[in-house]
C-alpha cells in the first residue's frame, strides 16, 4: 500500500509576519526633541558644576563664560570688527573653496571612472596628493598667495577635491555595464552616454561625498586662517588661544558648528530635489507605511 502523501501545511501568518523586513519603530519627533534638550542640557549643567568644583575654569572655561563671550562678540563685536564680518569671510572662502572643489573633483571623478588607461596612469599620483599633509599645503599657500582670500580658498580647494573625487570616480565605475551596451545598440554617442546614464547613476555617490565635503570647506578656510590671515572665524580662534580665553576658542567652534549644521541642512533640500526621480527604497517604502 503507497505511502499517504501529507500536504504541506502553510506557514503561521506570525512566521510569515517573522521573515518580512523588519520594520523600525518610528519614535514621536517631540519626544525625540524633548529628550535631546536634556541631553544638552545635562552636559551643560554637569560642566558648570565641574567648573566650580575640580576643573580649572582658566583651562577648560564654562558655559556661562561661552555664553557671555558669544553675547559680546554678536553685540559689541570683536578685537576685529563685527562677528558677522568674520562669519562672512570664512563663509565665502568656504563656498568658493567648495563649490571649486566639487566641480573638479566631479569632472574629474567622472572622467576618469570612464576612462580606464588614464585612470591606470594617474592612479599613483593621485594617491601621492592625497597623502600630502594638508596643513603642510596651508603654509605653503600663504607663501605663494599672501595672507589674502586666495590662501584659505586654495586650502579649501584642496580638502573638497578629494572628497569629492574618489566617490565620484567610484559612481562612475558601478554604472551597469549592460545598461550602457544598450544604449550603443539603440544608437546613443559617448556624450548622451555619459549626460543620460553614467551621471544619473554617480548622483546619488556625487551627493553623499557633497555632505562631508562643505565640512572639509569649512576647515580648510579654517586653517587656512589659524595659519595666517588678518579676518575670519579662524583668526578670532588663534587670537583665544594666544590670550589663553578658552571661552573664546569654544564660542567659535559654536559658530563654526552652526554654520556646518545649516549646510548640512540645505544639502540635504538639494539632494532631495535632484533624487525625486528615484523610487524610494524598501526601507523608505515601510517606514512610508508605518
Request: charge should be positive.
Amino acid at each position: 500500500m503507497p505511502p499517504e502523501t501529507v500536504a504541506a501545511a502553510p506557514p503561521p501568518v506570525e512566521d510569515a509576519q517573522a521573515s518580512a523586513p523588519a520594520r523600525r519603530r518610528r519614535f514621536p519627533a517631540p519626544k525625540i526633541t524633548v529628550t535631546r534638550v536634556l541631553l544638552v542640557v545635562l552636559w551643560l549643567g554637569s560642566w558648570e558644576v565641574a567648573t566650580a568644583g575640580w576643573l580649572d575654569p582658566f583651562y577648560y572655561s564654562r558655559p556661562s563664560a561661552i555664553w557671555g563671550r558669544l553675547v559680546d562678540w554678536f553685540t559689541k563685536g570683536t578685537a576685529f570688527g563685527s562677528i558677522w564680518e568674520q562669519i562672512g569671510v570664512t563663509l565665502e572662502e568656504a563656498v568658493l573653496g567648495f563649490a571649486a572643489g566639487s566641480l573638479a573633483g566631479i569632472v574629474l571623478g567622472v572622467l576618469l571612472g570612464r576612462g580606464r588607461f588614464i585612470a591606470e596612469v594617474c592612479a599613483p599620483f593621485i594617491k601621492a596628493a592625497n597623502a600630502i599633509p594638508r596643513i603642510v599645503l596651508a603654509s605653503l599657500f600663504v607663501i605663494w598667495f599672501g595672507l589674502g582670500m586666495s590662501s584659505k580658498v586654495a586650502t579649501a580647494v584642496v580638502l573638497v577635491f578629494f572628497a569629492v573625487f574618489f566617490n565620484a570616480f567610484q559612481g562612475a565605475r558601478e554604472v551597469d555595464r549592460t545598461l550602457v551596451d544598450n544604449a550603443r545598440v539603440l544608437g546613443a554617442n559617448p556624450r548622451q552616454i555619459l549626460t543620460s546614464i553614467v551621471l544619473p547613476s554617480a548622483t546619488s555617490w556625487i551627493l553623499a561625498s557633497l555632505h562631508v565635503a562643505f565640512g572639509f570647506a569649512l576647515i580648510g578656510a579654517i586653517v587656512g586662517e589659524y595659519t595666517g590671515a588678518d579676518k575670519g572665524l579662524g583668526l578670532l580662534i588663534n587670537h583665544a588661544q594666544g590670550t589663553f580665553d578658552a571661552a573664546g576658542i569654544y564660542a567659535g567652534m559654536i559658530i563654526i558648528t552652526v554654520v556646518a549644521l545649516l549646510a548640512e541642512w540645505l544639502l540635504t533640500l538639494l539632494e532631495r530635489r535632484l533624487l525625486a526621480w528615484r523610487p524610494p527604497s524598501s526601507s523608505a517604502a515601510a517606514d512610508a507605511q508605518i
